[in-house]
Nanobody, 115 residues
């Protein structure tokens, strides 16, 4: 059964850091381009970044240089390291595959950044 479980969110002050984790119970994780998404209050879900099977990453311009994505194929895990967080990074963060259709969404993990 496909399952995506995000964790690691929390409340931090601007300038702080968080590391999000994604436990992905999906078929063929090791050959799947994975992605992080986020949804801010009142806004649509947006793509934050993705990571290919060869660890090549593509990061949203507004977070480039502050966020980085990594993966551990042996553990079916993906990570989002977020540094120098800003209030505009507040939202619920989700992981999923980059390709459409995506898998069913997990519950996400809340990130709240205060100024």
């Amino acid at each position: 059964q496909v399952q995506l479980v995000e964790s690691g969110g929390g409340a931090v002050h601007a300038g702080g850091s968080l590391r999000l984790s994604c436990a992905a119970s999906i078929p063929n994780f090791w050959i799947t381009t994975m992605a992080w998404y986020r949804q801010a209050p009142g806004k649509e879900r947006e793509l934050v970044g993705s990571i290919t099977v060869t660890d090549s990453t593509d990061i949203l311009a507004s977070v480039k240089g502050r966020f980085s994505i990594s993966r551990d194929n042996a553990k079916n895990m993906m990570f989002l390291q977020m540094n120098d967080l800003k209030p505009e990074d507040t939202g619920v963060y989700y992981c999923n595959r980059l390709a459409t259709p995506t898998f069913n969404w997990g519950q996400g993990t809340q990130v709240t950044v205060s100024s």
